[in-house]
């Protein structure tokens, strides 16, 4: 986990574990474009894999929440006796996450950091302002000259910077344990305002009680991430090379315009001119969760768990009049929130050659999802950025919307596990699952 430079925990098993494909997004540094586990299983609906933290249930997005170095074990189910017990939100496989925990002794602070460089490795190699001039000139081509020398494709790019701290707190005694964390990653992209700053927090909590009858464990995580992004690598790095190199690198100072004879032309797009387009977005995340473990005879256990997620995303984007006629702007919001709660009995028996394991689960949750988006045109300045959307003269008609949908999921299931001489091995799972998705006589 800590011997590379990486923002996302998946990273850390990328060609380590057969089946699993991971796939780097081009929208961000932390961006993750695909994540897959079982192939394709849906040609309408996601195929990411469910993901489990500590018991809590949730998407890719949520595993910004977690610092790398917190990570105690991935587990990867692929296969549909594993996945079986998940129902169909398992179809597309299940990578479970155990984060770290505290362990007996005094308290104990640990720290982890590290620092590095991102820089282009190899460039194209394109026509120099003086090459231009003077393959012209042999050609007999007529070109419009400004009597500069710019590399544009060198304009656009930066050394990216990269830092990661983490500090940990622990310790605990025979009876009860703990252990917090806080995370910090920064990340500057190899082009020009392209960078993420992501701050983790991570929390457990265990004690046992009535002489380990009960054992009680409480837990949290979170984070806020920030990311300014790319609009669009291609058109940025094609403009910047195919840019005519007899140009300035910085605007007409009576016109402040970057086109072709001080005039905007219809679909030209200078390539300095999307490095003033604005794209931001926030993600916020918490999630906590607690377990109740009652040890009722040996070998048979009761579990309660709960868990309440909150997610929420905020996009912001304005393409300004050098990049967009007349300049627009665009703010969303989306938010998610996830309630969960199960109760699960197991037992488990040794005898002889035999070993049985037996479970019961009945659970039940409850998704929130809001949001809206609107997208403004025809703005006189560029001044104002996306934080006056007032400011534009046009709402576009498709440009506005909004949404709310709560879905509901309840969920019954056994599973029967035989092994006989830790060779032979004979599974039997039975799920049912009721959502509020599905018509009145469909549920089940």
């Keep these: 986990m800590n011997k590379d430079q990486i923002t996302n925990p998946l990273e850390a098993i990328r060609g380590r574990v057969p089946g699993l494909t991971i796939q780097k997004g081009t929208n961000g540094p932390a961006a993750l474009d695909a994540v897959r586990l079982r192939g394709t299983t849906s040609l309408t609906s996601g195929n990411d894999p469910l993901i489990i933290v500590d018991g809590v249930f949730g998407d890719l997005s949520m595993l910004t929440s977690i610092y790398p170095t917190d990570i105690e074990s991935f587990t990867i189910l692929k296969d549909a006796s594993e996945t079986a017990q998940y129902g169909s939100r398992g179809a597309s496989g299940v990578i479970e996450i155990t984060t770290k925990k505290g362990i007996r002794g005094k308290t104990r602070v ?38 500069n020398e710019t590399d544009f494709l060198k304009e656009i790019e930066q050394t990216g910077l990269q830092q990661n701290h983490h500090v940990a707190f622990y310790g605990g005694t025979d009876a009860s344990s703990y252990r917090v964390s806080l995370g910090f990653m920064d990340r500057q992209g190899i082009i020009l305002n392209e960078d993420m700053k992501n701050f983790t927090s991570n929390m457990n909590m265990n004690q046992k009680m009535f002489d380990g009858f009960l054992n009680c464990e409480l837990g949290m995580f979170g984070s806020i991430q920030k990311n300014h992004n790319l609009v669009d690598y291609q058109k940025t790095f094609y403009s910047a090379a195919t840019f005519n190199p007899t140009y300035p690198n910085h605007k007409d100072p009576v016109t402040q315009f970057l086109g072709r004879n001080n005039d905007r032309q219809p679909n030209y797009q200078p390539n300095l001119a999307w490095m003033e387009v604005q794209d931001d977005d926030a993600t916020s995340h918490i999630s906590t969760h607690a377990r109740l473990t009652f040890n009722l005879l040996e070998g048979l256990k009761l579990n309660l768990f709960g868990a309440y997620t909150y997610n929420i995303v905020e996009n912001s984007q304005y393409l300004p009049t050098s990049v967009w006629a007349n300049g627009q702007a665009y703010k969303g919001t989306k938010k998610r929130e996830s309630l969960l709660g199960n109760m699960m009995l197991t037992y488990k028996k040794n005898w002889k050659k035999h070993f049985f394991d037996v479970l019961a689960l009945a659970e039940l949750q409850k998704e929130t999802y809001t949001g809206y988006y609107t997208t403004v045109s025809n703005f006189s300045t560029d001044k104002f950025g996306y934080n006056n959307l007032q400011a534009g003269a046009l709402r576009l008609w498709e440009g506005t919307n909004s949404y709310y949908d709560q879905p509901r999921l309840a969920s019954f299931m056994g599973r029967f596990n035989y092994t006989y001489a830790d060779r032979y091995v004979l599974t039997l799972n039975a799920r049912t699952d009721a959502s509020s998705k599905f018509g009145a006589n469909h549920k089940w």
């Design 110 to 147: 640990s720290y982890n950091g590290s620092f590095g460089i991102s820089s282009v490795y190899k460039n194209l190699e394109m026509l120099s302002g003086n090459e231009f001039r003077n393959l012209a000139r042999q050609q007999g081509v007529a070109i419009l000259d400004k009597g």
